[in-house]
C-alpha cells in the first residue's frame, strides 16, 4: 500500500506541471526538505542497519549503490537535473528524452526495494524511509513530465512519463518482497541510492537558489527525522 502511495505522488508531480501553473518556489522547498530527510535517514538509520545485515560487505554494496544511479543518470544521460526543464535544445534527439527517463526509472526502481527493504528489517526503518521517498516522489514525477514537454511531447505522454516511475516504485517493492532473503545486499543498495539522490542529485539544485530559505529547508529536513527518530524510535 505504501508502495502504491509512492507511486501516486509520482503520478500527481507529472499532474501538476501538466494540468496547470505551478510556483517553482514550492518545488524548490519540497526538494531541499527532501535532501535533509535523505541524507540523515541514509547515514543514521540505513547504513548501519545496513552494516548489521552485510557485514564487511555493505559499504562496497552501498557505492555500488551509488553509482549505479551515478551511471544512469549522469553517465548514459548528458544533461539532467531536477526540476522544470526549460533546456528544449537538449531534448532534440529522442534517444537523450529516454535517457532520462530510464535513469529515473532505475531510480525509482530502487525506491521502491528501500521501503520493502526497510519494513523487512522493522516498522521504524520502513516508515522512515517511506517518509524520505515520498518527500521526493513529487519532484521526480514533476522532472519526468518536464522532461517530455521539453522535448515537444504531448500532455499526455508527459504524465505517463511520471506514470511509469509510479510503476518503477511498485515493482520494486514488490521484487524484494518476492526475493526477501537478499535484503542483506538490497538494503545497502537502497542506502547508497539515496545517498545519491541526495547529496548528488538534490543537494545541487539547493546550491543553485539564492538566499537562505530554500538552504535552511535541508536542515529542517535533517530536524524532523532527528525529531521522529527521538519520539518515535
Not at 544511479?69 to 553517465?75: A, G, K, S
Not at 519494513?119 to 522532472?143: D, M, N, R
Not at 541526495?198 to 532527528?226: H, Q
Amino acid at each position: 500500500m505504501l508502495g502504491l502511495a509512492a507511486a501516486l505522488a509520482n503520478g500527481l508531480g507529472g499532474a501538476v506541471i501538466v494540468q496547470k501553473d505551478w510556483d517553482g518556489r514550492y518545488l524548490r522547498y519540497f526538494i531541499a526538505l527532501g535532501a535533509g530527510f535523505m541524507l540523515a535517514t541514509s547515514l543514521l538509520e540505513m547504513l548501519p542497519e545496513s552494516i548489521r545485515l552485510a557485514g564487511t560487505r555493505a559499504p562496497l554494496l552501498l557505492l555500488s549503490g551509488y553509482f549505479i544511479v551515478h551511471f544512469f543518470e549522469h553517465t548514459v544521460t548528458t544533461h539532467f537535473h531536477f526540476g522544470e526543464e526549460t533546456h528544449t535544445e537538449e531534448y532534440a534527439e529522442p534517444h537523450r528524452v529516454y535517457s532520462v527517463l530510464f535513469g529515473l526509472i532505475i531510480h525509482t526502481f530502487f525506491d521502491g526495494i528501500a521501503i520493502a527493504s526497510g519494513f523487512l528489517v522493522s516498522q521504524w526503518l520502513g516508515w522512515v524511509i517511506f517518509l524520505a521517498v515520498i518527500l521526493h516522489k513529487v519532484p521526480e514525477g514533476f522532472t519526468a513530465s518536464s522532461v517530455m514537454m521539453a522535448a515537444g511531447r504531448s500532455k499526455r505522454v508527459a504524465w505517463l512519463a511520471s506514470a511509469a516511475l509510479g510503476v518503477a516504485t511498485v515493482f520494486g517493492v514488490l521484487t524484494v518482497t518476492v526475493f526477501s532473503r537478499s535484503v542483506g545486499a538490497a538494503l545497502p543498495l537502497a542506502a547508497g541510492v539515496t545517498l545519491y539522490v541526495a547529496a548528488s542529485d538534490l543537494i545541487p539544485e539547493v546550491n543553485r537558489e539564492p538566499g537562505f530559505r530554500v538552504a535552511l529547508c535541508v536542515f529542517l529536513g535533517v530536524g524532523l527525522f532527528l525529531g521522529l527518530q527521538q519520539f518515535f524510535h
